[in-house]
């Protein structure tokens, strides 16, 4: 297995956390080892060689080489396998930056994928054609994000309190009172869960135990088996409370997961 990371361009900074390319040989379905756990980012990914196998739940859904897969906000567990070996490029794009370039309401693709051609139409298709057609990688991952560019100017429309309200949710790693939130971009709390159901696809507590959890969750590779008390102190009122979190993110009991060999974790943003 390889990966590539790329810097997003500095137009493309507010909304894609993370470029890269990957390259993998055959993964069978239900190897936990591409364990992918709610992150609190949307993706959108390209096989170039190979097909993804999709599962986020107990929902699977088989994308062919050369199709552009969108990914939605996830708040179940989920495994990618490859029947046979794959190449493929993808863009982790963030949570406050998504509306902008899938459009609205997000709910409809929350723990989901789909093919590209169902979200942004002919773009995609015309983007699969070009991107196929381009042999070295720096300059297909070039491509990638000029086309994200002139998607993201032909929607100049900007949210712009609804971006410091995830500001505020990801600042905080998810420990905010939701109020507080409402309170700090003047909102009721109805209207921001309305906004956030429509531009993100979750309402800003799910996405706070998503983030709050995610913050735990990076640390864990760094920390010896059992030792978790030191991380979840600020984050969870008890042990308890974090172990139910990561069996309903990860589907596995935290001494299951440390007996894996997570690929899917290289994709974790620093």
């Known amino acids: 297995m390889s990966i590539r990371f790329y810097r997003p361009c500095e137009e493309l900074r507010g909304v894609v956390a993370r470029i890269y390319a990957h390259?993998?040989?055959p993964i069978a379905p239900g190897d936990r080892r591409w364990l992918i756990v709610p992150d609190g980012d949307v993706k959108l990914i390209l096989p170039l060689a190979g097909a993804i196998r999709c599962q986020i739940g107990t929902t699977a859904q088989l994308h062919r080489e050369s199709r552009l897969i969108v990914?939605?906000?996830?708040?179940?567990?989920?495994?990618?396998s490859f029947p046979d070996s794959v190449d493929a490029i993808g863009i982790i794009i963030r949570p406050e930056g998504a509306y902008r370039l899938l459009g609205s309401p997000h709910h409809r693709i929350t723990n989901a994928t789909f093919d590209g051609e169902e979200i942004f139409d002919a773009r995609a298709r015309h983007l699969q054609n070009e991107l196929?057609?381009?042999?070295c990688e720096e300059e297909r991952v070039a491509h990638f994000q000029a086309r994200l560019?002139?998607?993201?100017r032909a929607h100049d429309e900007r949210d712009l309190p609804f971006?410091?309200?995830?500001?505020?949710?990801k600042q905080s790693e998810g420990r905010i009172r939701i109020q507080a939130v409402a309170h700090y971009v003047g909102w009721s709390r109805r209207h921001l869960e309305r906004r956030f159901l429509d531009r993100i696809g979750v309402g800003p507590k799910e996405l706070a135990n998503v983030l709050r959890f995610h913050a735990v969750y990076k640390r864990m590779?760094?920390?010896?088996?059992?030792h978790y008390a030191a991380l979840i102190q600020d984050h969870y009122f008890d042990q308890s409370h974090f172990l139910k979190a990561?069996?309903?993110y990860t589907g596995v009991t935290p001494r299951a997961y440390s007996a894996t060999s997570d690929y899917g974790f290289i994709y974790i943003p620093d």
């Open 23 to 25: 390259a993998s040989g």
């Open 71 to 80: 990914s939605g906000m996830r708040t179940l567990p989920g495994e990618l």
């Open 132 to 135: 196929m057609g381009i042999p």
């Open 149 to 152: 560019c002139q998607w993201l």
């Open 163 to 169: 971006e410091a309200a995830v500001a505020r949710l």
């Open 221 to 226: 590779r760094r920390t010896a088996q059992g």
């Open 246 to 248: 990561f069996r309903q």
